[in-house]
């Protein structure tokens, strides 16, 4: 499917291409938890930013290489290339704007991230 998505005030507008049924993460990590990101990881083939590169700023920490990507105008997060997939994007699906046909949320323990993150090593990968 493809999908269309943006932040808030829509200064950032981005299409993903996914499945109808979408099998995501709930990450109890500091950052995740406190925003209520919901990860659809994806190759970065699959992802296009159509509006918003200017309004874009990172913000990084700890090993730098995740680099979040926030709206200056609204402070929200559409998404991110991840630490466990810098190869990839990914993607808040609560910042969708199209529906997914379905959502099955997976909690990945982001907390204890060094034992678990090769469990999301396939999701950047093209299908």
């Keep these: 499917m493809h999908y269309l998505g943006s932040c808030h005030c829509g200064a950032v507008r981005f299409a993903v291409e996914a499945p109808g049924h979408l099998e995501v993460e709930r990450?109890?990590?500091?950052?995740?938890?406190?925003?209520?990101?919901?990860h659809l990881i994806v190759p970065a083939s699959q992802f296009e930013l159509l509006a918003g590169s200017d309004a874009l700023t990172t913000y990084t920490f700890n090993t730098g290489?995740?680099?979040?990507?926030?709206?200056?105008?609204?402070?929200i997060k559409p998404f991110y290339t991840p630490r466990s997939n810098p190869d990839g994007i990914d993607v808040n699906v609560n910042c969708l704007d199209t529906r997914p046909v379905s959502v099955t949320v997976c909690e990945f323990d982001g907390r204890n991230w060094e034992?678990?993150?090769?469990?999301?090593?396939?999701?950047?990968?093209?299908?």
């Design 27 to 38: 990450c109890n990590c500091s950052i995740c938890s406190k925003a209520g990101f919901l």
């Design 65 to 75: 290489v995740a680099r979040h990507t926030f709206c200056r105008h609204c402070g």
């Design 115 to 127: 034992q678990h993150a090769h469990t999301l090593a396939h999701k950047s990968k093209p299908p």
